[in-house]
């Protein structure tokens, strides 16, 4: 993902030299655009769901414009766009796509500053919103406000007032290749503790260095692969499990003013475990050069690695390369050692947004689009199908995602081995800048574990004052 | 006169209107801004007075990412004069199709930063790991995850990328060199170290102020390929001057700061270029 994000970094600033340029073209040709395809789009089924939305808009020619994070989504999104110009013809939806926690952020700001507000953004959890509320249009009236699931939206909820719509549900743990675990002989289904893990892996190590696997997986060198470059799977999705034993919501992270890292050693143990059965278990600070893209695509798609810490986004991805790896895939606990051992973290990525400084009429129809998107069945369907989403709220019973990821994420839901996401309630910078830098020093063997604890208890404190 | 004053404004008045409004305006809006603290989003913007640039002494990230982008600076500075000189006499030897080598030496800096960043993280990661598993040389593995190999990667990056245009400025001072000079210091007996140190390389002290301006100021300017290569990374141990200056900003959401830094970084690169200028222009001689 990383890697996908950068590039599209990369084009969004090439992109941006040529706005400079010219940048009220875009939107006349995109207008011209709507106006051909409209006759042609009138006969798709989704006409009869949103007709509704159709007889409340004016014939005013509204633009909204959107402004998201997620990469993996723009496909489908450009989808349900083009199949919303039947719904409302007289909406011309502009996407615009920037990936990553810490590059959209950037690039949210800038886009604001130059003038050129987005009608719909995104934001992630409690810092996003009180940096950004005084643009956050409270969306109480939203049709699918009363559907959202039970805790689902703690996180944009200030004084009774919900200012976002959730993404989608997304759940991360150690993902699995089935077949891999069959063939070295270990169940799976009996990993609920780290002991047993570890066991597990030892196992799958064992038999990899012997040579058993070779016939069935060639290119299978290591049990697990850890980004450790990525600081986000590190120091936000790893951290995670500590803080989620420290703290009970998103919302009490944010508020605390200082840590205890109480389960460090767990913690420690973990960080041990993942390099400990990885290709760089020789020299840990090989481990600093693992990207997604080496653990995703050149990882457990090409069952290279057995085991990877990552969440159900990865499916995608791992299906373009491999179909079969893909229907493998399973989820293990990701535990801490000796206080959470049996569950996976699960929440939600980000939350639609509207701009209260656009006009009223974007306003409006943004809200119509976003409404139209999630509640309606065409939109269901492409949120389900296309984008691979566990959807966040209710009334999706008769579409359910069909991934095994998704599956299981719904599995560890319903019984209840869940923690909850509270890494968005960290201090800014402090989970990828502090912690995720602390623990490549660590593997590079430039700090110890006690002056990575130090330096980053002492930076939340420093960031609470 | 008059006519010619005209002529004048007309010429110099749209790219000073433009240069003021998209240069000046923004600077002078920096240094204001470098006295406040804001966030990048609110409309209230506090003043602070000198605070930010008080802070700047105690950030030990800032300081680290400083000493970094100096000794990066001084190595490339090196290192692409060097090199850009080298393939400059190389190419202007007469050999048979310089002509071509020097469109390929210059190549390198017609490709953009960004995309020379990640074509260059692959081959350090992905081809230099590969020769290592293949030869079992450890020092080619593990690159850019350690301060070390982040340096010398940025140092091979920019070579590879700036040599060829010092190039092109040393051949245009080369070639610029009268040839009867040459052919009477020859007939006066200097040899070919001679011909070079007492002929070549004054006649070139122009062309040596240019390039060495354009190095220096690259160099701690040096963004895109930091933030393709490395982004600072391994634990921001890499972290040049104008990349930690975008963090602050937009990372951390502290403009006001970051604007004090930038005006700090904006200060010494200048007295820096402008101090090299003045000491390499006295070096220039008549022909």
């Known amino acids: 993902m990383k890697k996908v994000l950068s590039m599209l970094l990369v084009m969004v600033m090439v992109a941006a030299l040529f706005a400079g340029c010219g940048s009220s073209e875009p939107a006349k040709t995109e207008t011209t655009e709507t106006e051909t395809s409209t006759e042609t789009a009138t006969e798709t089924e989704t006409t009869e769901t949103a007709t509704e939305t159709t007889e409340e808009a004016s014939d ?142 030892a196992t799958i190590q064992t038999k990899i260095d012997a040579g058993d696997l070779a016939d069935q997986f060639p290119l299978l060198e290591a049990a697990v692969s850890y980004a450790a470059k990525e600081t986000w799977v590190t120091g936000l999705h790893s951290s995670n499990m500590v803080f989620a034993n420290e703290f009970s919501s998103s919302i009490e992270t944010f508020n605390a003013p200082s840590i205890e890292f109480k389960n460090a050693e767990g913690f420690k143990a973990y960080l041990d ?14 481990m600093i050069g693992v990207d997604y893209a080496t653990q995703v695509d050149e990882g457990i798609a090409i069952e290279r690695v057995a085991v990877i810490q990552q969440g159900n986004w990865i499916y995608g991805g791992v299906k373009n390369v491999d179909e079969v790896v893909a229907e ?44 139209w998107l999630y509640t309606s069945d065409a939109g269901k369907q492409i949120v389900v199908n296309e984008m691979f989403f566990i959807p966040p709220l209710k009334g999706y019973d008769d579409v359910q995602p069909a991934d095994p990821l998704a599956k299981d994420i719904l599995a560890y839901a319903n019984a209840g081995k869940t923690m909850p996401w509270v890494f968005m309630g960290y201090p800014t910078d402090w989970g990828m800048g502090v912690l995720g830098d602390g623990i490549q020093k660590y593997y590079a063997g430039v700090s110890t574990w006690d002056d990575v604890l130090e330096e980053v208890k002492a930076s939340w404190a420093e960031s609470r004052k | 006169m008059k006519r010619s004053k005209l002529w ?35 409309n209230d913007v506090t003043l602070v007075g000198l605070d930010n640039y008080l802070r700047m002494f105690t950030d030990e990230q800032f300081f680290a990412s400083a000493r970094f982008t100096a000794l990066f600076a001084i190595v490339a500075v090196i290192s692409i004069n060097f090199f850009g000189f080298t393939l400059a006499m190389l190419v202007t030897r007469g050999i048979k199709g310089s ?21 260059w993280q692959f081959i350090f990661i992905r081809v230099f790991g590969e020769f290592g598993d293949m030869f079992g040389l450890e020092f080619l593995k593990n690159w850019l995850t350690n301060t070390q190999t982040g340096f010398l990667g940025l140092i091979i990056l920019m070579t590879w990328q700036m040599a060829g245009y010092m190039m092109i400025i040393y051949i245009a001072a080369i070639q610029g060199i009268p040839e009867s000079l040459f052919e009477a210091a020859k007939i006066d007996g200097a040899n070919a170290w001679e011909r070079m140190r007492h002929i070549m390389l004054p006649l070139m002290m122009p062309a040596f102020s240019i390039g060495l301006f354009l190095t220096i100021s690259n160099s701690f300017k040096l963004y895109d390929q930091n933030l393709a290569l490395t982004n600072g990374g391994p634990y921001s141990s890499t972290e040049m001057l104008a990349l930690n200056i975008v963090a602050t900003a937009f990372t951390n959401n502290e403009l006001g700061y970051a604007q004090a830094k930038a005006v700090v970084f904006f200060l010494v690169v200048g007295a820096i270029t402008l101090t090299q200028m003045r000491i390499t222009k006295k070096k220039e001689v008549e022909m």
């Not at chain 1, 606990?333 to 049996?342: C, F, H, I, R, Y």
């Not at chain 1, 996976?344 to 939350?351: D, L, S, T």
């Open chain 1, 60 to 201: 005013e020619e509204v633009e909204v414009n959107i402004f998201q994070f997620k990469v993996e989504i723009v496909d489908a999104l450009e989808n349900a766009i083009e199949q919303y110009k039947a719904v409302a013809p007289n909406v011309t939806v502009n996407l615009q796509t920037v990936g990553g926690g810490d590059d959209y952020g950037a690039a949210l700001r800038a886009q604001v500053q130059s003038g050129n507000e987005p009608t719909i953004f995104n934001v992630g959890g409690p810092q996003d919103v009180e940096d950004w509320m005084s643009k956050l249009a409270p969306l109480n009236d939203a049709p699918w406000a009363d559907l959202v699931l039970d805790g689902v939206a703690s996180g944009v909820t200030v004084d009774g007032n919900i200012y976002g719509l959730p993404y989608n549900i997304e759940g991360y743990g150690l993902a699995y290749n089935k077949a891999i675990f069959e063939a070295a002989g270990v169940d799976a289904s009996s990993i609920t503790t780290f002991d047993a893990l570890e066991n597990a892996l």
């Open chain 1, 273 to 286: 475990l993942m390099a400990m059965y990885s290709a760089h278990a020789d020299n840990t600070e090989g």
């Open chain 1, 328 to 371: 493998n895939l399973g989820f293990l606990p990701l535990p801490l050692k000796g206080v959470q051992e049996d569950s996976i973290a699960v929440g939600v990525p980000m939350y639609w947004s509207i701009n209260k400084d656009t006009d009223e009429a974007q306003q409006k129809a943004a809200m119509d689009f976003l409404n």
């Open chain 2, 8 to 42: 004048y404004w007309l010429f110099v008045g749209p790219a000073l209107f433009a240069f003021t409004l998209v240069v000046i305006i923004p600077m002078f809006r920096g240094v204001y801004f470098s006295f406040a603290e804001w966030d990048g989003i609110s």
């Open chain 2, 99 to 119: 002509n071509v080598q020097r469109s390929i030496f210059y190549m390198p800096n017609l490709i953009g930063g960004l995309i020379l960043g990640f074509v």
